[in-house]
């Protein structure tokens, strides 16, 4: 077998490697093309660290360009969310749209000529003792061919939102109607006049719910945990980044005081609605369990105008209807699951314990979890959005720039 070294041109004869396509990389490996891979790479870039993408789909972003709902926007100013190097355009809205957004990552990847390798399948990742090196083996391409690609270092860029949570729902089975996660669902226009249970009262969900009732269909909530709903803005300005600047000032719980005094002025009482708040304030949450606080974009009025109902948690679903557990009992058109998403790095990286295997995220927290042993990194996985991403990132381009300049100094090891 064969290693390739594309930039250089060489083949170097590898006695260890079963008979399989080999390419050896000089610069790092980085799974996954969304932003934050996105990012890591122009930071490399900019440092004039070459790397290479690797992307299961067709298309840089794909959760954001195949998996997001039509009237998605961003729920952060823009500022908070661009990516390093690179603002977002002035003439862009605060919120820009997804359309907007994905064509800045487009003209992101452009702009700092980063092309991903699509369709490659990670099937396993894992490091070489032997000579240090990482092994990633990927299918994919036209004729599904299987890759085996070779770096010092690897960037684990798949995000926190890599596969669908499909819960287990007693009789979900026995539901003669459509049955969906919001993954696959793009706008309200199929559900008109139809009655929607949507499982799940996060970010997505309730903003589900309210793209249903724009399209006069008829949406229940199942509101199973507390959770905390906030306003979008406060006094004019983003409860987000109020929420930045008075960390800076004071402490956590201080904060928690006062966005809960202040939703409670702009939005009044939740409890009353059926969306009882946790003990534990939104951002002391956020950062002790990683339960983001929802943003409310509209839901809440149409809530209390009744056009939107609110369950707890369901207990059964039947052919044609659902139990839920305070013993009420309604009729549905369609299910939507709005269950979230989950990290599927241990079902592909084998071998490291940088990663929790019960969630797929770095052991240690924001802000040391970027940096694993031997050559491996983690960026995406902060529970702090595109914000946490872009930090990670330079992190990353820095460390990995300095170790390849020291390596210039002496002779690398070989496999």
Same mark, same amino acid.
């Given at each position: 077998?064969? *290693?390739?070294?594309?930039? !250089? ?6 006695? =260890? ?92 990847? $452009? ?11 990670? /099937? /396993? ?23 085996? =690609? ?82 979008? /803005?406060? @006094? ?9 600047? !008075? ?25 009353? !609605? ?20 929802? @943003? ?14 609110? =369950?707890? /948690? ?17 009729? *549905? ?21 940088? *990663?929790? $295997?019960?969630? %797929?995220?770095?052991?240690?927290? *924001? ?12 960026? %995406? ?6 914000? %946490? ?27």
């Amino acid at each position: 077998m064969e *290693f390739v070294t594309e930039t !250089l041109g060489k083949r170097v004869h590898d006695p =260890y490697v079963e008979e399989s396509r080999c390419i050896l990389i000089p610069g790092p490996i980085i799974v996954g093309s969304g932003p934050s891979g996105l990012a890591t790479a122009a930071c490399l870039k900019s440092r004039g660290v070459s790397s290479l993408i690797l992307e299961r789909s067709s298309c840089i972003a794909s959760l954001w360009q195949l998996k997001t709902y039509d009237r998605l926007r961003l729920h952060l100013p823009k500022h908070f969310c661009e990516l390093p190097l690179m603002p977002f355009p002035s003439s862009y809205p605060t919120y820009p749209t997804k359309p907007q957004f994905v064509q800045y990552l487009e003209s992101y990847a $452009e702009h700092f000529g980063l092309k991903p390798v699509f369709n490659q399948t990670v /099937e /396993e990742a894992k490091l070489d003792r032997r000579c240090g090196l990482w092994r990633v083996r990927t299918v994919g391409g036209k004729k599904e061919e299987e890759t085996e =690609y070779v770096s010092r270092w690897l960037v684990v860029a798949t995000g926190e939102n890599a596969e669908e949570v499909m819960p287990e729902i007693d009789g979900i089975v026995d539901f003669f109607g459509p049955i969906l996660h919001t993954s696959s669902y793009k706008s309200g226009e199929m559900f008109r006049e139809k009655k929607v249970l949507v499982v799940g009262c996060g970010n997505s969900g309730m903003e589900v719910c309210l793209d249903l009732c724009n399209f006069n269909a008829h949406p229940s909530l199942v509101v199973r945990d507390t959770v905390h709903v906030l306003p979008q /803005e406060m @006094l004019g300005l983003s409860t987000f980044g109020i929420s930045t600047s !008075l960390l800076k000032w004071f402490p956590v719980q201080v904060v928690d005081r006062f966005l809960l005094h202040m939703s409670r002025l702009v939005l009044g009482d939740t409890d009353r !609605l059926g969306l009882v708040r946790p003990k534990l304030g939104p951002l002391e949450r956020k950062i002790k369990c990683g339960k983001t606080p929802v @943003l409310d974009v509209g839901t809440l009025a149409k809530i209390r105008s009744g056009d939107i109902k609110v =369950y707890p /948690e369901l207990k059964r679903v039947m052919q044609h209807s659902a139990e839920f557990v305070d013993g009420r009992v309604d009729n *549905f058109d369609a299910i939507i699951l709005a269950t979230g998403y989950k990290s599927n790095v241990p079902m592909w990286l084998k071998g490291m314990n940088m *990663f929790c $295997e019960k969630d %797929g995220f770095p052991r240690k927290p *924001f802000p040391n979890g970027w940096k694993g042993e031997s050559g491996l990194y983690a960026v %995406g996985f902060t529970k702090l959005g595109l914000l %946490g991403a872009a930090i990670d990132a330079k992190k990353i381009a820095e460390d990995i720039d300095v170790q390849q300049k020291l390596l210039t100094l002496g002779r690398p090891q070989h496999c």
